[in-house]
């Protein structure tokens, strides 16, 4: 039996599919579904259960895992409630981690890019404290993955136990199907599809940083297949732990992408640049990518989907359909 904390959301519930594609029914998901149709997520799945993150505590009780996949967080970087924030996404990581460890049991867990902050550090995913310690994070969600960070491999360098294997995840811009609940924290392809099929203009921000062009702000845009085959991966490969970046190592464009989702419909390419809101301008990130080296080393050789193939199967596969989900 395997818990995915987060298994209905975006990148879990692509896991919890994976899963199943896999043969496995024993999946259960610690989520709360509420009133936005997160549930279509897994309508297409078999579960052994779906649990409350108030009951996990005394469900986990007594129970053997084969893993813990914890993706469960609040994840939007706009997120103001610290006490909310630091409760979920640290205290409650602290707690899986300790339980995983007394009951070794493997541990797969979600950092996250906003961990760089404004990049000024690079991209490197070196695991020493002491690199993790010159991170600035640029909001609380970001913040609240990084001490996660910390705590664990503080704990791992000072010799402290541990799960028999454990490992952080630093996602980048993951986009892909049944992301759609996520609003605006949806990808810039799903939440503009709308416009580009309608033959509307696309909105992007200008750019407010001198020497970069309006729309040529770049992300390390990873598609979501790519995610859990990581995942899968490091399942199968319980020798492997650590923490790692997971992106493509190529940044590319908003433009780009958006020029790839017109060619994948087939339509002129049409978009407007916008001037970016003043609250966020202060703390927007103009570039990321992911060093990937480290993950290859430890000896990942999946390789990751290039933009336009992915933009490609993404809409046509699933944003130009009825049934978006998978």
Same mark, same amino acid.
Not at 41 to 44: G, V
Not at 90 to 98: I, T, Y
Not at 100 to 105: D, E, F, K, P
Not at 181 to 193: D, E, N, P, Q, Y
């Given at each position: ?8 959301? *975006? ?14 029914? @024993? ?10 149709g997160?549930?279509r997520?897994?309508?297409?799945r078999?579960?052994?259960? #779906? ?13 053997k895992? @084969?893993?813990? #996949?914890?993706?469960?967080? #609040? ?7 610290? @006490? ?5 996404n !640290? ?8 339980w ?6 493997p541990?797969?867990?979600?950092s ?5 902050g ?18 600035? =994070?640029?909001?609380?969600? %970001?913040?609240?993955?990084?001490l !996660? ?9 000072r010799?402290?136990?541990? =799960? &028999? ?6 996602? !980048? ?7 759609y ?17 309608a033959?509307r ?23 979501? @297949? ?11 490969? =319980? ?10 190592? +190529? ?5 780009d ?18 001037d970016? &809101?003043? =609250? #966020? ?8 990518? +992911? ?9 990942y050789? %999946?390789?990751f989907?290039? /933009? ?9 596969? !699933? /944003?130009?359909? +009825?049934?978006? *989900?998978?």
């Open positions: 039996m395997l818990l995915a904390t987060g298994g209905a959301g *975006f990148i879990g519930s692509n896991v919890v599919a994976a899963l199943n594609d896999a043969g496995r029914s @024993d999946v259960v998901v610690c989520d709360l579904l509420g009133h936005d997160k549930w997520n897994l309508a297409k078999q579960l052994a259960d #779906i649990v409350p993150p108030a009951q996990l505590a005394s469900w986990l009780e007594g129970r895992l @084969d893993a813990v #996949i914890h993706l469960g967080a #609040i994840s939007e970087t706009t997120a103001t409630d610290g @006490d909310l924030v630091i409760e979920t !640290f205290r409650l990581s602290m707690r899986l981690l300790d995983c460890t007394a009951n070794a049991v541990f797969i867990y979600a996250s890019a906003a961990t760089y404004d990049g000024a550090q690079g991209f490197a995913d070196d695991a020493s404290l002491e690199a993790l310690q010159r991170l600035r =994070p640029m909001n609380l969600y %970001g913040w609240s993955k990084h !996660f960070d910390m705590a664990v491999i503080d704990r791992a360098a010799g402290g136990k541990m =799960p &028999p294997q454990w490992a952080g995840l630093k996602f !980048f811009n993951v986009f892909g199907p049944n992301e609940h996520k609003g605006t924290m949806m990808s810039v392809l799903a939440r503009r599809f709308a416009d580009i099929k033959g203009a696309v909105q992007l921000f200008k750019s407010h940083c001198e020497g970069i062009a309006d729309g040529d702000q770049r992300r390390d845009f990873i598609y979501v @297949d790519d995610v859990v085959r990581v995942m899968m991966w490091l399942l199968a490969t =319980p020798k492997v732990s650590g923490l790692y970046n997971v992106g493509t190592g +190529a940044a590319r464009s908003f433009k992408m958006m020029l790839a989702a017109f060619g994948a419909l087939d339509v002129p390419p049409n978009i407007q640049y916008i970016m &809101p003043e =609250p #966020i301008r202060g703390s927007y990130q103009y570039y990321t990518e +992911a060093e990937v080296d480290r993950l290859r080393k430890a000896g050789n %999946g390789g989907t290039a /933009l336009e193939e992915a933009v490609d199967t993404y809409v046509k596969g !699933f /944003l130009d359909r +009825a049934d978006r *989900f998978r």
